[in-house]
Nanobody, 123 residues
Framework: QVQLVESGGGLVQAGGSLRLSCAVS????????MTWFRQAPGKEREFVAT????????GYADSVKGRCTISKDNAKNTVYLQMNSLKPEDTAVYYC????????????????WGQGIQVTVSS
């Protein structure tokens, strides 16, 4: 079993920054893909950013490209999402998710999820 624990969320003013962390423990996924999703009230869960555990290949949603950076620290088994120039529309619950294959897929393809963490951006 894989456990994911997010941290680093909170309230920030528009234009500010936050760094989310996702600590991974339990069974090691040797070929994992780690992805951040978010879900705003009344909206479907959406893709934000993704990274492969091996190789560190990244991908971003158009809505965050240029403002967010996903990274990982293999020694700490942690994935990060650095978010800059935050906008009120970035307000959502952010989830870290993992799957054991390299294909990104949709949120429905991910078996392992963190508990979610709230990010609120005030205008």
């Amino acid at each position: 079993q894989v456990q994911l624990v997010e941290s680093g969320g909170g309230l920030v003013q528009a234009g500010g920054s936050l760094r989310l962390s996702c600590a991974v423990s339990g069974h090691t996924l040797s070929n994992a893909r780690m992805t951040w999703f978010r879900q705003a009230p009344g909206k479907e869960r959406e893709f934000v950013a993704t990274i492969t555990w091996i190789g560190g290949r990244t991908g971003y949603a158009d809505s965050v490209k240029g403002r967010c950076t996903i990274s990982k620290d293999n020694a700490k088994n942690t994935v990060y999402l650095q978010m800059n120039s935050l906008k009120p529309e970035d307000t959502a619950v952010y989830y870290c998710a993992a799957r054991a294959v390299v294909v990104t897929g949709t949120w429905r393809d991910y078996p392992y999820w963190g508990q979610g963490i709230q990010v609120t951006v005030s205008s």
